[in-house]
Structures are given as structure tokens and as C-alpha cells.
């Protein structure tokens, strides 16, 4: 289809290139003094990424509708596999000759494909249970094999996903309510009075809104099961994992341990002040006392070199980027693509949060990625190629579905 040049979506890649140049200053900073070769190969991954981008915006909306299934089923294998043969200090990778690829990274955007098909189906009517239960096994399985792997981050982005675009695609409150309720039960087994009270909430929801004895029976077991499960899924955590989950609520009592990154961060952030202490004059960073700065810990080179200036762009371009995903959404004709708007847009906004909330001290510690700053190709390459999705749905926003 030719495009004229007011059909041609603009915004977007000028905000992508703004983040990745701001990303790639900032991560050579970070490696510079250590190891070189990382922001070489993180310039590569964006290379090819550009060139994913580039494809998946020239793909037409029916050829992701019709392979949307495929990809998800495929994804979903190489979580399987990547649990039996999985490479890496964690196991989380596929090795592919010189190359790895991450498949958890790869599984959240084949699952804002499969929900948005399935959401988009006019004949999958959200009133009725069975469509729900449908619903919420598609987004089960990924996130299942994903936490066993383990990788509990990643994990949470599913729930997140499915939660956000079911909403977009006009589920009923009692559904949303009854689809992220596991979600719920497992984030407060952590605490025996959490998990008292969110299941007095649920029981109170149940009550109001009247549920019937059948469903409430179904949705009382499932909940239940899930609160039974959750320990022993803590329980499969590396003992790394386990202490991220606590450190944050007092670093200081571990300071040279679990709660050393924490406190480092921290350290670095604050001593940024207002404008910083300059490109590549940060001592946290420059002196190698900020563990995982190229990746995890990446928004905290932000603050110590570039301030809390610096930070503020940083998080206004995201904000920018996911405000004009959200208006993307509203504007296309097509339900299919109006939801993989937003699946990719929860997706990058969970992550900034997440990730932005760790390295501040006011979220645990879950190795989530900074999108387009932190070093790693699956998630370069995943992220680019899910805006290079929607970039082209934007485009052509006139075509219905």
C-alpha cells in the first residue's frame, strides 16, 4: 500500500532513535573502562535490531494476525526446550553458534500476538467463562514455563500484559478481577498477613458482585491451588533471587551481601544531585562499585553521571514513547492492531517502572532490562521488533480488519 506523507507514523521512530542514542551514551560509559567489547556487540544487537524494526514495520497487518498462533505456539517450545538444554550462568539461553537468544524475552511479544487474535475475534464473547478460561491459558503457560526456568521478572510481565489488554478490549470488571486474582494471591503468599487480607478482598469482591456458587467454587480452588504452589515456586528460586525479593526492605542489614546492590545504586544516584558529576566521571561507575551497570543496574549510571536532569529526559522520552503507543491504539481501525499496540506499550511501561523502581530502592530486585539502554540482544532485538510492529500498524491505522 503507498503511504502519503501525512499516513507515514514519524513520532515513533524519532523517539526510538533518541532513546537508543541516549541508551548507547550511556552504556559506554559504563563499559568503557572495563570491558570495551560489550558496547561494541551492544552496537551491533542495535544494528540489527534497526534492520528487524525496519522489516516488521513493512509487514502486513493480515500476516501477523494469521501467524500470530504459530509464533506463540513456537515460543512457547523453546521455553520448553530452553528448561532441558538452556546455556548461560542461569540457563536461560539457546545457544545458536555464536550466537544466543533468549526465549522468555521472545515469549511476552508472541503473547501480546496471541491475545490480541484472540481478543480481536468478535465470537469470543468475554461475558462468557469459558472464553475467560481460554484467556487466561494463554497467558498461564508462558508465564508458567517462564517462572520455572526460573525468571520470576520476566515472568510478572505476562500477567501484566494480559491484565492490559484484556481491559483494552472490553472485558468485564468481575473477569479482570478474576483473572489477576492469582496474580494477586502469589505476590501476597510472601507475607501471611498480605495473603489474609487480599483473600478477605477477594471474598468481600465475590460477595458484592454476587458471583454464582459454581464459579466461585472454580475460582476458590484455582486461587487456592496457586497460594499452595507459590512457596514451593520461591522455593525453586536461586538463593540470589530469594534475597532480591527481601533486600530491599532493608539492605542495610546485609550491607556487603544481598543488600549490596541496593545500596550502591543508591549511592550512585544521590551523589548525581541535580546535574550530575559529568559523562564519564561518575565514581560508582568509573570504579566498578555499581554491579550490573550495563544491564539491570543501567538507569543508575543515568543518575550519577547525568543527574537528576538527566534522568527526567530519560523518563520523559519513555513517557513520550508510551503516551504516543496509548494514542496509536485509540487512532488504528483495526482491533488486532489496536491491541498489540497496547500489549507492547505494557510491556515497556512495566519495565521502565520496574526497572526505574529497583534502582531507586522502592521495588525488589527482579533483573527486568531498561528497554533500549541495557546491554542484551534478545532484548534489543525483541523490543525493536514489537515497535516495528506497531510503528507500521500506525501507518496504515485506515485499514479495518
Do not use: C
Amino acid at each position: 500500500m503507498r503511504l502519503g506523507r501525512r499516513e507515514v507514523e514519524w513520532v515513533l521512530p524519532l523517539l526510538i532513535l533518541f532513546l537508543l542514542g541516549m541508551g548507547a551514551t550511556v552504556l559506554f560509559s559504563a563499559t568503557h573502562s572495563q570491558d570495551f567489547s560489550v558496547f561494541n556487540r551492544q552496537l551491533l544487537y542495535i544494528g540489527i535490531s534497526l534492520m528487524l524494526f525496519t522489516g516488521a514495520a513493512f509487514l502486513p497487518d493480515r500476516v501477523v494476525f494469521a501467524f500470530a498462533y504459530v509464533a506463540y505456539i513456537g515460543s512457547l517450545l523453546l521455553l520448553l526446550l530452553v528448561l532441558f538444554v538452556g546455556t548461560g550462568p542461569t540457563g536461560r539461553w539457546l545457544g545458536l553458534g555464536a550466537f544466543h537468544i533468549q526465549p522468555s524475552e521472545l515469549a511476552k511479544l508472541t503473547t501480546v500476538l496471541a491475545l490480541a487474535r484472540f481478543l480481536s475475534d468478535r465470537r469470543n464473547d468475554l461475558s462468557q467463562l469459558k472464553n475467560i478460561l481460554y484467556l487466561a491459558v494463554i497467558a498461564a503457560l508462558p508465564f508458567l514455563l517462564i517462572a520455572i526456568e526460573p525468571d520470576l521478572g520476566t515472568s510478572l510481565v505476562i500477567p501484566v500484559i494480559a491484565g492490559a489488554m484484556a481491559f483494552w478490549g472490553g472485558i468485564p470488571l468481575i473477569a479482570m478481577v478474576l483473572i489477576l486474582s492469582p496474580v494477586a494471591v502469589m505476590v501476597a503468599s510472601i507475607n501471611p498477613y498480605s495473603l489474609v487480607a487480599v483473600i478477605g478482598m477477594l471474598i468481600l469482591f465475590a460477595y458484592v458482585s454476587g458471583i454464582r456458587l459454581p464459579l466461585g467454587l472454580i475460582w476458590g480452588t484455582v486461587v487456592g491451588v496457586i497460594g499452595a504452589f507459590t512457596p514451593t515456586l520461591l522455593g525453586h528460586l536461586q538463593p540470589y533471587q530469594r534475597q532480591r525479593l527481601t533486600a530491599f526492605l532493608n539492605p542495610e542489614a546485609d550491607p556487603l551481601g544481598s543488600g549490596y546492590q541496593l545500596i550502591q545504586s543508591k549511592v550512585a544516584i544521590g551523589s548525581g544531585r541535580f546535574w550530575g558529576k559529568g559523562y564519564l566521571e561518575g565514581s560508582q561507575t568509573q570504579g566498578g562499585f555499581l554491579p550490573e551497570q550495563q544491564t539491570d543496574f543501567i538507569f543508575s549510571v543515568v543518575g550519577e553521571e547525568l543527574g537528576f536532569f538527566g534522568a527526567v529526559v530519560a523518563l520523559f522520552l519513555f513517557w513520550l514513547l508510551i503516551v504516543r503507543l496509548l494514542m496509536l491504539a485509540k487512532k488504528v481501525a483495526n482491533p488486532f492492531s489496536s491491541l498489540v499496540t497496547v500489549g507492547v506499550g505494557s510491556i515497556l511501561a512495566f519495565q521502565v517502572i520496574v526497572n526505574v523502581g529497583m534502582t531507586t530502592g522502592i521495588m525488589p530486585v527482579t533483573g527486568l532490562p531498561l528497554p533500549l539502554f541495557s546491554y542484551g540482544g534478545s532484548s534489543m532485538m525483541t523490543t525493536m521488533i514489537g515497535l516495528g510492529l506497531v510503528t507500521g500498524m500506525g501507518s496504515r491505522w485506515r485499514q479495518h480488519g
